[in-house]
């Protein structure tokens, strides 16, 4: 899915743990591919509202879920910093798509994290 929403063309997903020797690459790399696929998914079919917007929200927070055992078998995880970097670029989505009334929390209500 290609995205056009010019901010987020322009952002770099999980910025912070980029570089991080704590966190694989490999690992931060699918991280950023489900904030993509999150955003394609977005503009391909426009949330009518919070609710549908937290639908998607909480099928890509169970995508990191699923990950989160494999940085377990690569000695690392998603701890507390990597939880902000995770929630702050959900949150980001969220604005960049118009809900500026998002709740961070309950964007990422479905998380194990």
Request: charged share 25%.
């Amino acid at each position: 899915m290609r995205i056009t929403n010019p901010q987020v063309v322009g952002h770099t997903f999980l910025d912070g743990m980029l570089g991080d020797g704590y966190y694989p690459d490999h690992l931060v790399a699918k991280g950023q591919g489900i904030l993509r696929r999150l955003c394609g998914r977005i503009e391909a079919d426009p949330p009518a509202d919070l609710p549908a917007l937290y639908a998607l929200t909480h099928a890509a927070t169970e995508s990191f879920n699923d990950l989160q055992d494999e940085f377990f078998d690569a000695d690392s995880e998603i701890e507390t910093v990597a939880r902000d970097h995770i929630a702050s670029d959900f949150y980001f989505v969220a604005e960049s798509y118009g809900f500026k009334d998002a709740d961070i929390e309950e964007l990422v209500a479905t998380r194990d994290w």
